[in-house]
Nanobody, 115 residues
């Protein structure tokens, strides 16, 4: 299993970014996917999740109404559209899948929200 995140960077408060996570090594369309983040000195937290078919999503309270998770099963890719970004969204963002007993993480992509 391999998960490769991209799309992070430096953005001003109020700006937008779209993160991508390309998956391989498992049947992508069979499994739910999720995004998590970890800020310095804090625990990793769930940002958003999406079911295998994309029909159902869930979000952490701090990002509801600002972030949107989606997926393209033809491209083995899950996305996180982030809008109205705040300094407190600064973190390393990770993609996650649990196709069996094991849980797999990507290497992460840094998002920094600062003026």
């Amino acid at each position: 299993v391999q998960l490769v995140e991209s799309g992070g960077g430096l953005v001003q408060p109020g700006g937008s970014l779209r993160l991508s996570c390309v998956a391989s090594g498992f049947t992508f369309s069979r499994f739910a996917m999720s995004w998590h983040r970890q800020a310095p000195g804090k625990e990793r937290e769930l940002v958003a999740g999406i079911t295998n078919g994309g029909g159902s999503t869930n979000y952490g309270d701090s990002v509801k109404g600002r972030f949107t998770i989606s997926r393209d099963n033809t491209k083995n890719t899950v996305y996180l559209q982030m809008s109205s970004l705040k300094p407190e969204d600064t973190a390393v963002y990770y993609c996650n899948v649990r196709p069996g007993i094991m849980s797999y993480w990507g290497q992460g992509t840094q998002v920094t929200v600062s003026s």
